[in-house]
């Protein structure tokens, strides 16, 4: 199974307000890159991943317990996007 291609700017969404769109928009391509991840077609599990893998960069700009709070949204709003399972 694989979610929308607006997972990727959901998650650019809830970024944004932490580090600038810019920033949110360009850490993610990054980390689909290095990933392999095809934003057009992730997979639930590519998405933890890319979730967790943003999260640890979180961590340096907003520290760790910011940072958790926003993974927390963002594991969130991707179940959403995947029909709340």
């Known amino acids: 199974m694989t979610l929308g291609s607006d997972v990727v700017e ?4 809830v ?4 580090v600038g769109e810019t920033m ?3 850490a993610t391509a990054a980390q689909c890159q290095k990933l392999g991840i095809d934003g057009a077609r992730m997979t639930p599990e590519a998405a933890e991943t890319l979730i967790a893998r ?3 960069g979180l961590n ?3 520290g760790r317990e910011r940072s958790a709070r926003v993974v927390d949204e963002l594991r ?3 179940a959403q996007a995947d029909g709340g399972k």
């Open 10 to 13: 959901t998650i650019v969404r």
């Open 15 to 18: 970024l944004s307000p932490y």
């Open 24 to 26: 949110a928009r360009s």
């Open 54 to 56: 943003l999260g640890s």
């Open 60 to 62: 340096i700009f907003i």
């Open 76 to 78: 969130r709003v991707v």
